[in-house]
């Protein structure tokens, strides 16, 4: 009986990504050759003992694991390494913003609707954002929906709500 061994062949190789800190990332390759085969994952020519699939998932990332990463494919006929693909990793999004911030006073129990516009005039038109009943005599509350850094003016009136 005649064994032919096939080498591993790689036929689809692990692409890069950028992620996010905090985030995850994950790529793999596809190989062909005689079974079994072994994978064994390296970053910047650091073997990572945890790295033997074909596919590798980084969570929870941070900065130490931006860098290059490749994988050598192996059977008892062979190795044979994939090409590299690089992690990097952004810093995550922080955006310190300033949203208007409203007080209002008035009975408890009683109904409103808070409603904004661009533009006082005559003939503005006031759009709705909210209703709200006021829980105690004196209320707060926070428009997230805009930051005043990067928005025009908005300007606010409470409206009874019968």
Do not use: M
Request: glycine share 8%.
């Amino acid at each position: 009986i005649l064994t032919v061994l096939a080498p591993p062949v790689i036929s689809s190789q692990p692409v890069g990504t950028v992620a996010s800190w905090g985030g995850s990332a994950s790529f793999g390759v596809n190989a062909q050759g005689t079974p079994p085969l072994s994978y064994g994952w390296n970053r910047d020519g650091e073997v990572l003992s945890w790295g033997t699939n074909s596919t590798l998932t980084l969570t929870s990332l941070d900065f130490t694991n931006a860098g290059n990463y490749w994988v050598t494919v192996t059977n008892l006929d062979g190795s044979t390494n994939s090409t590299t693909a690089s992690v990097v990793i952004l810093r995550a999004g922080l955006h310190l913003g300033l949203h208007p911030f409203l007080t209002f006073a008035s009975d408890v129990g009683k109904c409103f609707r808070i409603e904004y516009t661009t533009d006082v005039s005559p003939t503005n038109s006031w759009i709705p954002l909210t209703n709200l009943t006021l829980t105690t005599p004196i209320q707060e509350w926070l428009d997230t929906n805009v930051d005043v850094f990067l928005s025009s003016t908005r300007f606010y009136r409470l409206v009874p709500i019968p």
